[in-house]
């Protein structure tokens, strides 16, 4: 039964509830962390995660059946890839391998999806990305998307924010779905997927042995212990990585002062789905409070715990319930009922691992960088780990590009998660101001807000976007980048352009490096086609898109879009001139030219795939 504001009581029985930091799974077993190859000694039984399901009121939890691997029989097998953690991160670089037909086994420790919300608002990028392993379009269905936000300052308010979305974008600026739907979707897509493997109830307790030939880690199942042999291993076991802590990594960055509530209620209230923020509100003074609006009529409120509180009393009934009443009664829904689905604590970090890959082991998504969620970074920076990092790997697997390549896997990330970390400081200290010098600061702002407009974008801390890797160096020098006006500049991600009612041009794009060529002859010069014939030979995965005004097929191109009376040519500076883009797999340009030969177009593909990446990288 839902509960009058006030009320006693919860569906959510007290003895269940417990305080969590950052990851949410329970504690990893400690380990010793000494060197780079550590033997873990076992001390516990066999794993038993939990087996009854999570309490949600809105999301019904399955759990899923432990099946004995072939290892527990004896056999001896070794996987490609074998990948640490079924959280997003995850399961998405399992599908993105798959994409370049890399099979992989999903190793992790629960029976179940992530419990509560967690990463609740999914970023267009993230969508793209999603897009690309085939969840978006659930998640666009089942999701409530949104582009504005407003703050308050003292119940008045100071600042909108407008994240901008124009025609040709099919996914808006944020879609916010609870996470244990996108975990689930993924498991689905994962289930239909022949090349990967997903075993539940398999916690890894150490690394056996890492050599330049491969990676043995001990996994310990509710049947027994078992050694698991692979070519590479991904990482992505969350921000209390095992595998992290078996290597004696250290992260780089900030930890804040400033702790947060997250409460999940299911309430019905009269707001559409922006992000609502509330500085020193009337019941919390000096704190903040953010307010989003989730699917089923779940709301989630972050607030700020007052100095001094602990997260045992913050999350204690009578402290949880009052607040919730009194951030109601100050939106004016003073009485409404509402249920609690989820609680928890959280604290802000912002840091990162300065490298991701560790021999054959390859870290992404938490276990690689814990970010603050104001601008929702967590889980949408993990999506382009996995983006970027799932191409790279298949092609040097597949031997088609050298290991170098995945050094500016590292590279481009750890630069992104940087760029993320500096950034958070300010809005994190906005939010959280840790001073009483900050907060005079911060306070003087949002009072100067109310009455001078030039004050109010101070509030508008940036959210999770596409990192342009500038530097990279599978960037090809002394291309026609600067000649350009406009469209997607080098080291940027594509831009998406809308070809329909219901069409876009990332519906169109096959996986694998492409060459867009812009212009308005019949056919694909042919020296561009020699050369992407003979990389096909080799088996790289490559395509030429061409993009002409009039419709008809172009001769040699895999596909052709007929961009008449869209905005595709303007959008990538093709108006009036002839373009060829050459982007990678994870659709970040690698170099564009106003016309390429033969021999320009080989080695701007041997850079975008890392020839002369090592100099660069280290
Ligand atoms: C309270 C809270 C609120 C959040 N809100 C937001 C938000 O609004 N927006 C946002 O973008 N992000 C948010 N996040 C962060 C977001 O949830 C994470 O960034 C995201 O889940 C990271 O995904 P991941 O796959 O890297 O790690 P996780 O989701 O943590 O997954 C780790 C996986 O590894 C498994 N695992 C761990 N150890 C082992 C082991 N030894 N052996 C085998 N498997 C193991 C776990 O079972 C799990 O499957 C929030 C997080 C929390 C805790």
């Keep these: 039964m839902p509960h009058q504001a006030g009320e006693k009581g919860t569906r959510r029985p007290l003895s269940r509830w417990r305080v969590e930091g950052e990851g949410g799974a329970a504690n990893p077993r400690r380990m010793r962390a000494t060197g780079r190859v550590p033997k873990v000694e076992v001390t516990q039984s066999m794993h038993q995660p939990v087996s009854t399901p999570r309490f949600s009121i809105y999301y019904d939890y399955k759990v899923f059946p432990f099946q004995p691997p072939p290892e527990l029989r004896g056999e001896q097998v070794r996987h490609p890839v074998t990948i640490v953690g079924a959280g997003p991160i995850g399961l998405v670089a399992a599908l993105e391998l798959a994409r370049f037909g890399i099979p992989s086994v999903i190793l992790t420790a629960e029976r179940q999806v992530s419990e509560g919300s967690r990463a609740l608002a999914y970023t267009r990028r993230s969508m793209e990305i999603l897009q690309q392993v085939g969840v978006a379009e659930r998640i666009a269905r089942d999701g409530l998307p949104w582009q504005y936000g407003i703050s308050f300052f003292r119940g008045e308010p100071v600042f909108h924010m407008d994240m901008g979305h124009d025609d040709d974008d099919r996914f808006f600026p944020a879609t916010n779905l609870q996470q244990q739907y996108l975990e689930q979707y993924l498991i689905e ?15 890894v307790i150490g690394i056996d042995g890492h050599d330049d030939d491969g990676v043995t880690l001990r996994v310990d199942t509710p049947e027994g212990e078992y050694a698991l042999r692979a070519d590479w291993v991904i990482a992505a076991d969350g ?11 250290r992260m780089v960055g900030d930890s804040y002062q400033g702790r947060f509530v997250i409460a999940d209620i299911r309430v019905k209230l009269p707001f559409e789905t922006r992000r609502r923020a509330y500085f020193d509100p009337s019941w919390n003074p000096g704190n903040t409070v953010l307010m989003h609006r989730a699917p089923h009529d779940i709301w989630r409120i972050d607030y700020q715990l007052p100095a001094g509180e602990t997260p045992e009393q ?12 009194e951030q109601l009664a100050m939106v004016g829904q003073a009485g409404v009922e509402w249920e609690l689905d989820w609680c928890s604590v959280y604290s802000a970090y912002a840091m990162t691992l300065t490298d991701y890959v560790h021999g054959r082991i390859i870290f992404a998504g938490d276990a690689a960088h814990m970010l603050p969620i104001f601008g929702v970074r967590g889980a949408n920076t993990g999506f382009q780990d996995a983006n970027n990092l799932g191409w790279k790997l298949a092609l040097v697997h597949r031997g088609l590009a050298p ?3 995945l050094d500016t896997y590292s590279h481009e990330r750890v630069a992104a998660a940087q760029e993320i970390v500096d950034e958070a400081g300010k809005s994190t200290r906005f939010m959280t101001p840790p001073t009483r010098g ?6 003087a702002v949002l009072s100067l807000t109310l009455t001078q407009p030039f004050v109010r974008p101070l509030l508008h801390w940036r959210t999770s976007r596409p990192h342009d890797y500038v530097t990279s160096p599978l960037n090809t020098r002394g291309d026609d980048d600067a000649m350009f006006e406009a469209g997607p500049r080098k080291g940027a991600v594509l831009r998406n352009i809308r070809l329909g009612e219901d069409d876009f041009l990332f519906d169109h794009l096959p996986a694998g490096f492409l060459v867009l060529d812009f212009c308005e002859d019949p056919a694909v010069a042919p020296e561009v086609v020699d050369v992407v014939q003979r990389w096909r030979d080799r088996g790289l995965p490559l395509s030429i898109v061409a993009v002409r005004r009039q419709p008809g097929e172009v001769a040699c191109a895999d596909l052709t879009i007929a961009a008449g009376g869209t905005s595709m040519f303007d959008k990538y500076g093709a108006n009036g001139l002839p373009a060829v883009y050459l982007v990678r797999p994870d659709q970040h340009v690698a170099a564009r030219w106003r016309s390429v030969s033969g021999e320009g177009l080989d080695q701007a593909l041997r850079t975008a795939m890392g020839a002369g990446s090592k100099e660069q990288c280290s």
Aim: aromatic share 6%.
């Design 403 to 405: 290991r170098a390549l």
């Design 314 to 325: 913050a999350l204690s009934r009578e402290s949880l319930f009052a607040r919730i009443n």
């Design 239 to 249: 921000a209390r990585s095992t595998l992290r802590q078996a290597l004696g990594l």
């Design 438 to 443: 900050f907060r005079l600061l911060r306070d």
């Design 189 to 203: 897509q994962i289930e239909a997927n022949p090349l990967v493997e997903l075993r539940w109830a398999s916690r």
